[in-house]
């Protein structure tokens, strides 16, 4: 779970994500939506997160944040590196005028094209780059 600002931004949004960019297209063949029930602390709101949730993998919370679900920590973290990323390039693209949208039949094909691309491997594919690049950047990572 993130409250980053963009994220929070999109969440408050009530077109939520739109297809406007190849990031963009990686969240919408898994997205959901859960209505903001207030701070997120009661018992009896876990249902309906979960009801929600379904089978995504992301979750906008509304007026609240980004949810993730991943079957790894690697896919996790990739899932929430994209879905921030389609947030901040959509308020960007948002204050820069008129939208392109991307054909509903590319959105559809998107995650059977990046199974393929990555060999069935999602996160596990590029998560051994991104260990090496903050072992080179900042080596005390692990204490």
């Known amino acids: 779970l993130t409250h980053t600002r963009a994220g929070v931004a999109v969440s408050a949004q009530k077109c939520g994500i739109l297809p406007i960019s190849q990031q963009s297209t990686f969240v919408l063949g898994s997205l959901a939506?859960?209505?903001y029930e207030g701070v997120a602390f009661r018992d009896d709101e876990k249902p309906r997160?979960?009801?929600?949730?379904?089978?995504?993998?992301?979750l906008v919370l509304?007026?609240?944040?980004?949810l993730v679900c991943g079957?790894?920590?690697a896919d996790a973290f990739l899932s929430m590196y994209t879905?921030?990323?389609?947030?901040?390039?959509?308020?960007?693209?948002?204050?820069?005028?008129?939208?392109?949208?991307v054909n509903p039949q590319i959105v559809t094909g998107v995650a059977q094209a990046m199974r393929?691309?990555?060999g069935g491997l999602?996160?596990?594919?590029?998560w051994p780059s991104l260990i090496r690049k903050l072992e080179r950047?900042?080596?005390?990572?692990?204490?």
């Open 62 to 66: 509304r007026n609240h944040g980004l």
């Open 49 to 58: 997160l979960q009801k929600d949730l379904g089978h995504a993998n992301f």
């Open 116 to 118: 393929v691309q990555t």
């Open 122 to 126: 999602g996160g596990a594919f590029a």
């Open 137 to 143: 950047t900042d080596p005390g990572y692990k204490t």
């Open 33 to 35: 939506y859960h209505e």
């Open 71 to 73: 079957k790894s920590i």
């Open 83 to 101: 879905f921030e990323n389609t947030c901040r390039i959509q308020l960007d693209a948002q204050a820069g005028g008129e939208l392109t949208t």
